[in-house]
Every structure is written in C-alpha cells, then in structure tokens.
C-alpha cells in the first residue's frame, strides 16, 4: 500500500448485485483502497422517509417495508442465499419491522434517524459479503462506534477530535490485513444513540473518515463519469471537467452540483485530501481530479443549479440607521440551525436564501421561525424559487468576467443577485420554471 484511498459508492452503484460486483473490481484493481464507505442501495433512504411520515396507513407502511425486503433479499438471492448472512439480514430487518410498528403519529428527529440508519446498515452487509464472495478479505465495520456528533437529529455534527481519536485505535488497526466495509450518512452522539449527517451525507462521511484516518485520495464513485460543466440533464454541450480547485469545487457543491455533498470538501482541505470523482459502470472513462493547486483557472468553469429555494424578506424601518438588527435576525437562525446562502441588504429591508431540499425531514424554515421574526419585522417568503451559479476564477476582481454574466440576463426576470463576497462565483435567483432554460443559455454564452 504507497498511500491509503478510501472509497465512497453512493446508492445507484450499490443498487444490486450487479453493480456492488462491479465495486468489486474497483476494488481488486487498487491495492491502495483499504476503507469503503457506502450508501443505501438506490431508492431505499427514500422509502424509509415515507415510512416516518404521519398520514402513512399501516397498510401503505406495509408496502413500503415489502418494496425495501425484496431490494435487500433480491441481492441475498443471487449471492447464493449463504445462511450466516441471511441470518444477518433477516435479523436488520425484524429490528426495522419492530420499529416501524411502534411509531406514533409524530416520530421524533432521533428515531426517524435511528429508522434511516438501516438503509446504510443493510448495504454495507451485503457489499462486505459479494466482496468476500470475490477473494476480498473484506469485513463489515459499524461506524456509528467512531463517527461520534452532536444530539441535533437529522443534521448531526461531527464531533472531529473524538472520531481521530477512534479512528486510530479502532478503524486503522483493520486496514493493515483487511478492506474494511462501513457505512456513510450515519453517526451516533455521545449516548450511541443514532445520528444522521442530512440527506447526501454519506460524501461528507466519507470525507471525514478519510481525514480521520489521514487518507491520501478519496475516491467517490457515482453514476457518472466525473463532474460536468452543467448537469449534462439540462443541455446536451455539458462537458466533463478533467481537474478543479478545492475552491471551485466547493462553490460548485455549495450551489447544486450534485455529484458533491457541500461538507464534503471541508475534510478533505483540512487534511490535503485528493478527490477523485468516477463512474463506477465505466471506470475506465476517468473522471474528475479535485485538488488544491491546479494547471487551468479559467473564467468561467461551470454553471450549478439548486431547486427549491425559498426567500425571505424582511422590512423594518426601524433598520434605518440602527444597528442591531441583522445581530437579532441571524441569532434567531442561529438558534434554530438555519443556515443562509445569499443575503442583500438595503436601507430597511434584508432579503435571504435558505435551501429547501425535496425528501428533508426538516423543513427549510420553520412556522415558529418565521413567528420569532415577524415580533420584530415585517415578513414575507416567497418558495419555488431556483438559484443558478456561474462558477469560475477572478469572478470579483475581473469586471469583464461579471459583466458578461449580467449581459446575458437583459430578458430574465431575476429575483436576486449575489457577487463580489467571492472570487469564484455570481450567483442568481429566479423562479423555478425559468431556471433550467437560462442555465442552458449561460452555459452556451460562457463556457462553450
């Protein structure tokens, strides 16, 4: 082993027995990777957020806990239904069945986490198991005993020194004669109660034990064939990119692309970690090489597109001339873990972004968030909006750059602009049903 990788594989390439086969490959082909982190098998995270939900019937929540058991059994079946495993599987089951029988009608963040958690429990099982099945000497590792967080269900934080600290005495002594299998979106806080890091976490996981475990490369092998100028979805001339900067690929990840979680490459910076972004059904097309210093910085590098943003304005004279009142405003998000992407300002009134992701437990801003506000200030929210960002180099500081941007947007109706805070975006807010068309405009203008 010349340098430790770890490597992450998201649902669709752990989707059945088919694709994890196709993991094992990658695997056998590099000696370095000594840690696997997995997703849930593809649609299964979903089905386990319906089953959370309070106006399920016990009926409906049936199918659902059926649709998941034949995902899992189909994969146990055509590995050849080996009885120690079966057993393994049968029993992750029965604990979901039970925990799902005894839900009320308003489940708590914890065990919606702790029901989630067995997505990634039952894949790591089965993928450990198809590996040994291929002269791997795999073992299948909880992680939840080394990735320690915070007690905030559904959006835990990692607690860093504490999971270096296990990592070391628990994760690495593994690694030196086994390909340790475990399992990415999931944590546990101080009581071992299960935690989550938020939907997509299972990169940020992945990332953070790659530090921990102080990884030299992390591989994340999803879908497709590295990182695209564009979600190649919304124009066919989206083009892969061969290399990005940390600082690029953190905006692009921050904004919509969804090939990255946003955490994800706050490990890998802090550690000097490689990404490298690949398609596990075609390895041999290459991918996207994420590091910190790279050959080619142009303008313009791509263009990401988040859905399902809400907005919201709040209008108070008493801001004129008055300080204070932005202090008020984000102690009150802060309180309540809100996070803000774009924010503007003007002589009374602030306007702010907040992400409201599809399938979320939590809500992107809460009735009682918006009551606390309205004690002290007009407000108003405004959902179904899309934010675009045109990611790329020197955006703030070469005024050719920004207003070739703004140039193209004389016969948009935009709801807000955002530029100058960093050199490597312009970001945009428009209405949902426009977004994907003016992304395929400002693609063709800037990049191709």
């Known amino acids: ?27 056998q082909a590099d000696n370095n990777i000594r840690i696997v982190c997995v997703s849930a098998q593809s649609g299964v995270t979903n089905k386990l957020v319906a089953l959370s939900k309070a106006d399920l ?27 120690s495993l079966q057993s393994e599987l049968d029993a ?19 065990i919606k986490d702790e029901l989630q958690a067995f997505g990634e429990r039952m894949s790591s099982l089965l993928v450990a198991a198809i590996f040994q099945s291929q002269g791997i000497d795999a073992v299948n590792f909880d992680i939840r005993t080394v990735l320690k967080t915070d007690d905030h269900y559904g959006r835990a934080e990692p607690q860093i020194d504490q999971i270096k600290t296990l990592a070391e ?48 490369v992390l591989q994340i092998w999803t879908d497709v064939s590295g990182i695209y100028t564009t979600d190649p979805r919304l124009t066919q001339d989206a083009k892969p990119i061969a290399e990005l900067s940390f600082d690029e690929a953190a905006e692009m990840a921050t904004f919509g692309a969804k090939i990255l979680h946003p955490a994800t490459l706050i490990p890998a910076i802090r550690q000097g970690t490689a990404v490298f972004v690949g398609n596990s059904r075609a390895p041999q097309e290459g991918g996207t090489w994420i590091r910190k210093k790279v ?21 108070s004279p008493g801001m004129l001339h008055a300080s204070g009142f932005l202090a008020r405003v984000f102690a009150i998000l802060a309180e309540h873990k809100i996070s803000v992407d774009l924010i503007t300002t003007s002589e009374i009134s602030v306007a702010l972004t907040i992400d409201n992701p599809a399938n979320s437990t939590q809500q992107g801003i ?48 935009v709801r807000m602009i955002c530029q100058g805070a960093s050199q490597h975006n312009v970001c945009l807010l428009t209405a949902g049903d426009q977004a994907e068309a003016l992304v395929a405009h400002l693609h063709s203008a800037l990049i191709e």
């Open 1 to 27: 082993m010349k340098q430790l990788t770890l490597a992450k594989f998201g649902g669709t390439s752990v989707a059945d027995h088919q694709a994890i086969m196709r993991c094992s490959k990658i695997i």
């Open 57 to 83: 019937s016990t009926s409906q929540r049936q199918v659902l806990l059926q649709e998941i058991k034949t995902t899992e059994y189909q994969i146990l079946t055509e590995l050849g239904k080996p009885a």
């Open 92 to 110: 992750l089951l029965a604990d979901l069945e039970h925990l799902v029988s005894g839900l009320d009608s308003q489940p708590s963040m914890q």
């Open 169 to 216: 005495t628990q994760l690495l002594p593994l690694i030196q004669n086994k390909v340790v299998v475990t399992q990415g979106f999931i944590g546990s806080d101080q009581n071992g109660l299960t935690t989550t890091l938020g939907r997509g976490g299972s990169d940020y996981s992945a990332a953070l034990i790659a530090e921990a475990c102080a990884a030299d």
């Open 295 to 315: 050959t080619n910085k142009p303008a313009y590098r791509a263009i990401a597109l988040r859905r399902e943003q809400v907005l919201v304005t709040l209008k």
């Open 366 to 413: 809460a009735p009682v968030v918006l009551q606390k506000l309205a004690e002290f200030c007009e407000v108003s929210v405004e959902e179904g909006l899309s934010l675009i960002a045109v990611i790329g180099n020197h955006l703030k500081d070469d005024s050719n750059a920004g207003g070739n941007v703004f140039a193209e947007l004389k016969n948009c109706k």
